[in-house]
């Protein structure tokens, strides 16, 4: 029944791992995004797909790689964690010509 | 470029006060608005949207009204709960933006019974 699912919810680890992030939407959206909001609750827009294509790639990290195995999945992989990466990721998306995206639920990192 | 300025928060409120949540926008042409509410712990949710000028968007008592010669986009609501309690996040859409909503920075709303 969940419209945009994010896997896991809760991520802690230490400073130097990788770690992915995965998400799934079943609403039938060609377009996927990824956003960081960080303590202060600011929103910032990381990438975005469309039909498995990158077509937003704001200024982040090279650590930071997006993939997007089929329309519906859009997962984060994130190399050498650093203490600035901790925030909730959100995962969204919408359909071609509707400008409303859906969020998922967020996952949460905390790097020690 | 398209930039949207929320009030500071944050709002605190008591139960049944009359709620405004300022937002103005800066836009080439004619973007789409939004009102985002994320409560404690989940992720965002639309609560309202306009799409042209003088349009009022409208939900769970919310409303806004697309107001193109000021360039404002305020929440308000009547009587506000407990349960509405949140941040709310006004955005905007202009096309050929590849999509991407223009956020405000949120306004943290706390009403207290």
């Known amino acids: 029944d969940t419209a945009v699912s994010q896997t896991p919810k809760y991520l802690v680890t230490q400073m130097g791992n990788d770690k992915s992030i995965k998400c799934e939407q079943n609403?039938?959206?060609?377009?996927m995004y990824w956003y960081k909001q960080d303590s202060k609750k600011f929103l910032k827009i990381m990438f975005s797909?469309?039909?498995?294509?990158?077509?937003i790639n704001e200024t982040v990290p090279n650590r930071f790689s997006p993939k997007s195995p089929d329309k519906a999945h859009l997962n984060l992989h994130i190399n050498s964690l650093e203490l600035g990466d901790s925030a909730v990721y959100f995962c969204?998306?919408?359909?071609?010509?509707?400008?409303?995206?859906?969020f998922g639920p967020g996952t949460r990192l905390l790097v020690l | 470029g398209n930039s949207v300025t929320q009030m500071e928060g944050p709002v605190t409120l008591s139960e049944e006060a009359f709620l405004t949540i300022n937002c103005t926008y800066t836009?080439?042409?004619?973007?789409?608005l939004f009102w985002y509410v994320q409560y404690p712990g989940e992720g965002l949710q639309l609560l309202l949207k306009?799409?042209?000028a003088d349009d009022k968007g409208s939900n769970k008592g919310f409303e806004a009204t697309y107001r193109k010669e000021t360039t404002s986009f305020h929440l308000e609501k009547g009587s506000v709960q407990v349960s509405d309690s949140a941040v709310y996040f006004c955005?905007?859409?202009?096309?050929?933006?590849?999509?991407?909503?223009?956020w405000g920075l949120g306004t943290s709303l706390a009403v207290n019974p």
């Open positions: 969204a998306s919408s359909l071609a010509g509707l400008e409303t995206q859906y």
């Open positions: 836009a080439t042409g004619y973007p789409s």
């Open positions: 955005a905007l859409s202009n096309a050929g933006n590849n999509r991407k909503l223009i």
């Open positions: 797909y469309n039909n498995k294509e990158l077509i």
């Open positions: 609403l039938g959206h060609d377009t």
């Open positions: 306009a799409t042209k």
